[in-house]
């Protein structure tokens, strides 16, 4: 049995972890390749694109696969949207690996809103000093904002377009909540914009944020193709490939 695993996250690496050795599997895993130097999980790796939905379908056959899991970041909607159209045009299974979202909790100032873009428009009104962890994609939303500084934290360097008053903070997670107490501190941040990535590595930001009583613009998360049965976390995951493994058979999609 062969389970492709469009990865690039946390959770795509524990999966490949847990499934990484297991008699009768065969385990590739794929990766975008906009990181410099990732993390590589155990199995067989790939990076790149495919090229679309229709040279994913051609690279399923070719390679005979059996079940995708479809574990990328939940913001990497277009491979998400790709994997679906390429799992039902071959009927292969898709799962999807999905952290939980955010939930705001009492203390919060939370704005949630659809977009980079619509964070950008509301911005001036609430701050002049902006903590950007949405990565280095999508700096382009911010780049006329020439009125406001911009402290951007990601894991490669970014490029244009992007703000012109910005620093650039290279790091990767998991971070501490001291730690993320003294960037605010000492950058002295009014306002922290956001992707709803889920999971804990980069939480704590949320949290120091709040006790800081500083606004949080929060993008919400692209949805899962619809029909995809998601799953919350890499063991219930593995547990689901384990169990069709030994029964010798993926149910097919229709």
Do not use: C
Not at 131 to 142: I, K, Q, Y
């Amino acid at each position: 049995m062969h389970v492709l695993i469009l990865g690039g996250t946390t959770e795509a690496r524990r999966l490949a972890e847990l499934l990484h050795g297991t008699p009768g599997l065969k385990l590739t895993n794929s990766l975008a390749g906009r990181v410099a130097n990732p993390r590589l999980p155990p199995g067989e790796t790939r990076v790149g694109g495919f090229g679309g939905a229709e040279g994913l379908a051609a690279w399923l056959s070719e390679q005979t696969v059996d079940v995708i899991v479809d574990a990328t970041h939940p913001f990497a909607g277009k491979i998400s949207f790709n994997a679906a159209q390429a799992a039902a045009a071959t009927h292969v299974p898709l799962l999807a690996l999905r952290r939980p979202g955010w939930v705001p909790v009492e203390g919060d100032r939370w704005y949630e809103v659809g977009s980079l873009e619509e964070a950008a428009r509301a911005l001036p009104a609430l701050g002049r000093r902006i903590f950007l962890t949405t990565g280095r994609m999508g700096l382009a939303a911010f780049a006329d904002l020439d009125d406001l500084w911009f402290l951007v934290r990601s894991v490669d360097a970014p490029e244009p377009p992007h703000p012109a008053r910005m620093e650039v903070l290279l790091d990767r997670g998991p971070f501490t909540l001291d730690g993320e107490r003294e960037l605010l501190r000492r950058h002295r941040i009014d306002v922290v914009v956001t992707k709803d990535s889920g999971g804990a590595a980069t939480a704590p930001k949320l949290t120091a944020a709040r006790e800081a009583r500083l606004p949080v613009f929060v993008v919400r998360r692209p949805p899962v193709p619809k029909g995809v049965t998601v799953f919350p976390d890499p063991e219930k995951a593995a547990q689901w490939v384990r169990e069709h493994l030994e029964q010798g058979v993926f149910p097919a999609i229709d």
